[in-house]
T-cell receptor, first 109, second 120 residues
Framework: DQQVKQNSPSLSVQEGRISILNCDYT??????FLWYKKYPAEGPTFLIS?????DKNEDGRFTVFLNKSAKHLSLHIVPSQPGDSAVYFC????????FGSGTQLTVLP | NAGVTQTPKFQVLKTGQSMTLQCAQD?????MYWYRQDPGMGLRLIYY???????DKGEVPNGYNVSRLNKREFSLRLESAAPSQTSVYFC???????????????????FGAGSRLTVL
């Protein structure tokens, strides 16, 4: 039973447009949420996080939104760049870090 | 600044063979982790070590053993490899155990580049 779900395995967007990656969770005990980015043949790297007491966190082109009532978070990338093409994992923290299955983002030039 | 280093990067085993994946970090982190990544499954925690001298099971520990050799090194051993253990393995480290908040809030893991293991 996956507690963190990323229902879209892949997403393609045009360069300069907005990318929206979605994540749903089931465990009400999660109190921090993170996004990691992964390039081929590399390990995941931390991108941005949000506490459960907030509903938005912004860092440059990246913004994470949290809707606790819907148990849903999303990552917005604006504007999208070809270098953003990677697999994006959402993750949530209770006792341990639980990852979603990832979304492959492709930004087309 | 190497960060987290894993060896080997690639390995092919036959069913029943044993091997050890090595991991070392040079960031003076207290906690270390082993994850496996499988298609459609994301990263799943195998074992972790909250601090030197302690190890605990994660979500998928069966078929694996670990050793926290010292503060820097955390190894993962497959005693009798099975095809179901074909995967990409990632070692990670962090300043405090996941669930601890540290100074910056969310505890961030630093990952190695991965070890691709194929069991025939």
């Amino acid at each position: 039973d996956q507690q963190v779900k990323q229902n879209s395995p892949s997403l393609s967007v045009q360069e300069g447009r907005i990318s929206i990656l979605n994540c749903d969770y089931t465990n009400s005990m999660f109190d921090y949420f993170l996004w990691y980015k992964k390039y081929p043949a590399e390990g995941p790297t931390f991108l941005i996080s949000i506490s459960s007491i907030k509903d938005k966190n912004e860092d440059g082109r990246f913004t994470v939104f949290l809707n606790k009532s819907a148990k849903h978070l999303s990552l917005h990338i604006v504007p999208s760049q070809p270098g953003d093409s990677a697999v994006y994992f959402c993750a949530a923290v209770a006792r341990q870090l639980t990852f979603g299955s990832g979304t492959q983002l492709t930004v087309l030039p | 600044n190497a960060g987290v280093t894993q060896t080997p990067k690639f390995q092919v085993l036959k069913t029943g063979q044993s091997m050890t994946l090595q991991c070392a970090q040079d960031m003076n982190h207290n906690s270390m982790y082993w994850y496996r990544q499988d298609p459609g499954m994301g990263l799943r925690l195998i074992y972790y070590s909250a601090s030197e001298g302690t190890t605990d099971k994660g979500e998928v520990p069966n078929g694996y053993n670990v050793s926290r050799l010292n503060k820097r090194e955390f190894s993962l051993r497959l005693e009798s490899a099975a095809p179901s253990q074909t995967s990409v393995y990632f070692c990670a480290s962090s300043t405090v155990p996941t669930g601890g908040r540290g100074n910056s809030g969310a505890n961030v893991l630093t990952f190695g580049a991965g070890s691709r293991l194929t069991v025939l």
